[in-house]
């Protein structure tokens, strides 16, 4: 009787294992990242924003992610933006035939910036709203989501990035997901920054090791603008 209870919870524990290897989550994957804030004056800009995200560090992709936009800056720590953004999700960690997801979204957004010190914060509170192809079927979602931002400098080049962005569905107004991140960040030259950070990325009933690698760069469009 013991030898049989001993051989049942080992198969379970391999099932369990191969549960979790099968959705990715003993990998450490990969999210490689391009933003840009380009400004028409001092009000407006325009955002931009590339993601490439795959299940393993540089191999197994997971999503594909484009955004643009504008923003409106009322004063110098209150903004508010409007994006659209496209995404080409491959839900499933092994290869498959089922086709990708695609999704259409709109984002609005309000952000709130201050300083204390040295220490930069951010806080932004948005809403998507997601038209979700699975090709299988269609459906629509909507959900709030709130980040807090702080950044810290360390020298001249070198400072340090943390945040923490909780995401709740409003159909139901259930938890959707949270993302705690954390990078250090290196300024290569004036407007343009380098950071290589870690996030874990946690649902319901799994969560991801991310690697992060992104470059942001901000350029000023008004100033040709003014030369003209």
Request: avoid cysteine.
């Given at each position: 009787?013991?030898?049989?209870?001993?051989?049942?919870?080992?198969?379970?524990?391999?099932?369990?294992?191969?549960?979790?290897?099968?959705?990715?989550?003993?990998?450490?994957?990969?999210?490689?990242?391009?933003?840009?804030?380009?400004?028409?004056?001092?009000?407006?800009?325009?955002?931009?924003?590339?993601?490439?995200?795959?299940?393993?560090?540089?191999?197994?992709?997971?999503?594909?992610?484009?955004?643009?936009?504008?923003?409106y800056r009322f004063n110098k720590n209150l903004s508010t933006s409007i994006n659209y953004g496209f995404a080409k999700w491959d839900r499933s960690f092994l290869e498959n035939d089922n086709p990708d997801t695609?999704?259409?979204?709109?984002?609005?957004?309000?952000?709130?910036?201050?300083?204390?010190?040295?220490?930069?914060?951010?806080?932004?509170?948005?809403?998507?709203?997601?038209?979700?192809?699975?090709?299988?079927?269609?459906?629509?979602?909507?959900?709030?989501?709130?980040?807090?931002?702080?950044?810290?400098?360390?020298?001249?080049?070198?400072?340090?990035?943390?945040?923490?962005?909780?995401?709740?569905?409003?159909?139901?107004?259930?938890?959707?997901?949270?993302?705690?991140?954390?990078?250090?960040?290196?300024?290569?030259?004036?407007?343009?920054?380098?950071?290589?950070?870690?996030?874990?990325?946690?649902?319901?009933?799994?969560?991801?090791?991310?690697?992060?690698?992104?470059?942001?760069?901000?350029?000023?469009?008004?100033?040709?603008?003014?030369?003209?």
């Open positions: 009787m013991k030898n049989y209870l001993l051989i049942s919870i080992i198969i379970l524990g391999i099932s369990f294992q191969g549960l979790s290897q099968n959705n990715g989550e003993t990998e450490l994957g990969s999210w490689y990242m391009y933003s840009g804030s380009h400004k028409l004056s001092n009000k407006w800009n325009l955002k931009s924003l590339m993601q490439v995200r795959t299940y393993e560090t540089t191999s197994d992709f997971n999503i594909f992610f484009a955004m643009a936009g504008g923003s695609i999704e259409h979204r709109i984002n609005e957004s309000l952000g709130l910036s201050s300083r204390s010190g040295d220490f930069a914060f951010l806080n932004r509170i948005g809403l998507d709203h997601r038209f979700i192809d699975n090709f299988y079927n269609y459906e629509t979602q909507h959900r709030i989501r709130y980040k807090l931002n702080v950044k810290h400098p360390i020298s001249k080049t070198l400072y340090v990035s943390v945040f923490d962005e909780v995401f709740y569905n409003l159909d139901q107004f259930q938890f959707q997901q949270n993302r705690l991140y954390g990078a250090l960040g290196i300024r290569i030259v004036e407007n343009y920054n380098f950071e290589l950070g870690y996030m874990k990325w946690s649902f319901k009933t799994r969560s991801y090791n991310r690697l992060q690698i992104g470059i942001s760069i901000r350029t000023d469009w008004s100033k040709k603008e003014a030369r003209s």
